[in-house]
């Protein structure tokens, strides 16, 4: 069973390898963008920080899942996929749409999603640390 959690290891290192990248990237543009400032008003049903940061966390953790699995078809990997999307769905009580709204919105605001991803690495840093990883 060792070398099953060493592999686990190394694929969330991977994971938050990729997300600081993430976070590298989008803060280039909200460096750049800083100084424009504008109306920092949420849009209506846009969830917030906390909401996508959470969603975003379990999204990432059942990419890795299904990754790990390492399914022969990709029909299979994206039907599990979807599945565990269905359910973080249900578990935050939010619809796609209003995810892929608030996504957007958040994508047009590359200071706020950098937090978000900041959030993200740390959420999933936690879980890795207490061992409350489900994959």
Same mark, same amino acid.
């Given at each position: !069973?060792?070398?099953?959690?060493?592999?686990?290891?190394?694929?969330?290192?991977?994971?938050?390898?990729?997300?600081?990248?993430?976070?590298?990237?989008?803060?280039?543009?909200?460096?750049?963008?800083?100084?424009?400032?504008?109306?920092?008003?949420?849009?209506?049903?846009?969830?917030?920080?906390?909401?996508?940061?959470?969603?975003?966390?379990?999204?990432?953790?059942?990419?890795?899942?299904?990754?790990?699995?390492?399914?022969?078809?990709?029909?299979?990997?994206?039907?599990?996929?979807? +599945?565990?999307?269905?359910?973080?769905?249900?578990?935050?009580?939010?619809?796609?749409?209003?995810?892929?709204?608030?996504?957007?919105?958040? !994508?047009?605001?590359?200071?706020?999603?950098? +937090?978000?991803?900041?959030?993200?690495?740390?959420?999933?840093?936690?879980?890795?640390?207490?061992?409350?990883?489900?994959?």
């Amino acid at each position: !069973m060792k070398p099953n959690k060493d592999r686990h290891l190394r694929v969330m290192k991977r994971l938050l390898s990729h997300l600081r990248g993430l976070a590298a990237l989008y803060a280039l543009p909200a460096l750049l963008l800083a100084g424009c400032g504008g109306d920092n008003t949420l849009p209506a049903n846009t969830l917030s920080e906390e909401q996508m940061s959470n969603i975003l966390a379990d999204i990432h953790l059942a990419e890795s899942r299904v990754n790990r699995l390492q399914l022969r078809s990709l029909d299979s990997s994206l039907m599990l996929f979807n +599945r565990l999307k269905s359910d973080i769905w249900k578990k935050y009580k939010v619809d796609t749409l209003a995810y892929r709204e608030s996504y957007n919105y958040y !994508m047009t605001h590359p200071e706020v999603m950098t +937090r978000i991803y900041e959030k993200v690495g740390k959420k999933i840093e936690q879980r890795e640390k207490s061992s409350n990883i489900k994959l």
